[in-house]
């Protein structure tokens, strides 16, 4: 029984399908129900405190009270709290965050079109890279890399995208002319001897060879995160990312980078693409574009992109695809009054700051004799749990050992999530201070002491 008849926990059994949840546990578990949001930290309907070290699902940058967002939101609600952006017409908030978008771009971008999430968006780039190339009469150069373990989204191309195993399972999916190449975790896939440089050069190679087997005229783009987020938290191997340009250029295939986790910031950075020195043609974000207090993402495009675009409305009319609220006003505010905060309040210099905190008590994590590898960038990091260190071996995953260790962490009042491999990620809210960092590193090192007690009595 969850509580009583007629109680939020029975009616949420009853009546409500939850997204990336086991749905037969559910049943029995029911659902564990939040309230109230602060700076950091959320509260549940027992009045328990909680640090959100994953600012939610990676993307409350600004925390949980914003008021200045509030308020941008109301603003815009009793302005005009719908209109759209098809077939000409306009809002205001939209040109002005398209605008702002633009002339913050980390590498020359031409447009912006928005969407309401990053799945929605990474489906767009799908959409633009197939109808660019028809455009310019290359039909058969469609197909799209990603890699294995990427996270690119749950709809249909965007899960087609993703590189890890729940998104297809049963679905059907991958859809066609999407292949996937290596997952560029040197910590696992590294070769005895080989370095971490050795490592990048060997994935480029291969993506090179997937390149030519498949044949070049087919391969229309090759789509990365700057570092894998939902996958681990992986972080490129050193040298990897230029190669592999220096390949994608000499095919004229399309980089598309996705920013859903790494943009606005997480790095220190606006965009990670910055700190890792990519040149996009099209860029996908979302999350923390609008501190999520509003669903958006959008996808950012070179000029040479948007050209074709336009001659495909010569050849076809309107541009066939949008959403109904592309653009939405009160979103669109929002999203901008996000970033003005970010400008206002430095959120980069703080990002940077504090960062070398959270860093320090990330990489002392790897001592822990349960830390296999402590890995992490500015505010985003992760640590995978091992059976045996020497040998780089998870625990059987039976055990779930991660998710074990992710319930400790709330009973010690930190929200952390477990990742493939028993990783357990930290991606808190921007905002945090370097005594909110301690707390955190301190709640999870005592869960981990907990979990090394459970480990021994297995
Ligand atoms: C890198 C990346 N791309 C795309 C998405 C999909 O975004 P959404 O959940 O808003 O559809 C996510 C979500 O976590 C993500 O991490």
Excluded at 114 to 135: M, P, R
Excluded at 325 to 343: C, F, M, N, R, W
């Amino acid at each position: 029984m969850h509580g009583q008849v007629n109680s939020p926990d029975a009616r949420d059994v009853l009546n409500h399908l939850h997204p990336f949840t086991n749905l037969a546990d559910h049943e029995t578990r029911g659902p564990h129900i939040f309230v109230r949001g602060e700076g950091i930290y959320v509260f549940d309907d027992s009045g328990k405190r909680y640090i959100e070290g994953l600012a939610g699902l990676w993307c409350a940058s600004l925390g949980f009270s914003e008021k200045r967002l509030v308020q941008a939101a109301t603003r815009q609600m009793n302005l005009l709290p719908f209109y759209h952006n098809f077939a000409h017409k306009a809002v205001e908030p939209a040109i002005d965050l398209a605008e702002y978008l633009v002339a913050r771009a980390p590498v020359p971008m031409s447009k912006v079109f928005f969407t309401n999430s990053g799945s929605e968006a990474n489906d767009t780039q799908v959409k633009l890279i197939w109808y660019y190339n028809n455009i310019l009469g290359r039909p058969q150069k469609k197909k799209i890399i990603a890699r294995r373990g990427a996270y690119h989204g749950i709809t249909v191309a965007a899960a087609s995208l993703t590189g890890l195993p729940y998104a297809h399972d049963g679905f059907d999916l991958p859809i066609a002319n999407i292949v996937h190449t290596d997952c560029p975790h040197f910590y696992h896939y590294g070769q005895q001897g080989e370095s971490e440089e050795q490592f990048g050069e060997r994935l480029a190679g291969n993506l090179e060879r997937l390149i030519l087997t498949e044949g070049p005229d087919t391969i229309a783009a090759f789509v990365a995160e700057p570092f894998l987020g939902a996958g681990g938290v992986i972080l490129p191997p050193k040298g990897y990312f230029e190669k592999i340009q220096t390949i994608l250029n000499r095919y004229d295939i399309l980089f598309v980078v996705d920013e859903v986790i790494s943009g606005f910031y997480r790095t220190g950075d606006m965009f990670a693409s910055e700190t890792f020195k990519l040149k996009p043609d099209l860029i996908t974000m979302a999350k923390a574009l609008s501190g999520a207090y509003q669903p958006i993402g959008g996808v950012m495009m070179t000029e040479r992109i948007h050209e074709v675009l336009v001659e495909g409305s010569r050849k076809y009319g309107q541009f066939g695809h949008g959403f109904t609220y592309s653009g939405h006003p009160v979103a669109t505010a929002v999203a901008l009054e996000t970033q003005k905060i970010y400008d206002a309040d430095h959120i980069g210099d703080h990002v940077k700051t504090v960062s070398t905190r959270f860093q320090k008590h990330l990489k002392a994590l790897a001592e822990h004799p349960l830390v296999g590898e402590a890995r992490g960038i500015g505010l985003i990091g992760a640590i995978e749990l091992v059976c045996n260190k020497q040998r780089r071996e998870n625990f059987d995953r039976s055990l779930k050992i991660g998710p074990w260790v992710v319930n400790k962490a709330m009973e010690h009042g930190l929200i952390v999530r477990a990742l493939v491999n028993d990783t357990i990620a930290f991606c808190p809210p921007l905002i945090i201070t370097e005594p909110q960092i301690d707390d955190m590193f301190d709640r999870i090192a005592r869960a981990l002491d907990d979990a090394v007690v459970h480990v021994a009595s297995l």
